[in-house]
């Protein structure tokens, strides 16, 4: 596959559509079985809030994944991805009432590089907190 942006169509500062992707318990619990994390901050409530978290929290990697999605989803080619990069910020945190939690993306491609590249920012939000600080993306455009 080829990255269905072109690296001419897009300028600093172009807007990526923003993404919005829910976090259930059940989604943890998915996640934990297909990548093998059955720490039990991400699935167990009594032992989150012993180690002193407010509640359970979303795996860090998948906080990450969801939020190359943004990108991924743009592009139209994961594997136009060369470099992906964040620090994790806040936890999000995932309450079992039934409606869980809600990650929030937004992007911008923040510089042109050589090479058909540019360099994405990214910003994602869990109940109005950043979630992924310095979280940025290397990705080769058609």
Known sequence: MTAKI?????????????????????TLVRYAGASGDFNPIHWNERFATE????????????TMAEAIRVVTDWT???GAVVEYGVRFTKPVVVPNDG?????EVSAKVAEKLADGQVRVD??????????????RAVVRLG
Do not use: C, N, W
Not at 6 to 26: M, S
Not at 99 to 103: E, F, L, P, S
Not at 126 to 135: E, I, N, T
């Open 76 to 78: 139209g080619d994961p």
């Open 99 to 103: 409606r869980g939690a809600v990650v």
């Open 51 to 62: 180690v002193g978290l407010p509640d359970v929290i979303a795996h860090g990697m998948f």
């Open 6 to 26: 072109g690296y001419d169509e897009v300028e600093v500062g172009t807007e990526l559509p923003a993404g919005t992707f829910p976090v259930t318990r059940d």
């Open 122 to 135: 990214i910003t994602a939000t869990s109940g109005g907190q950043k979630v992924l600080g310095l979280a």
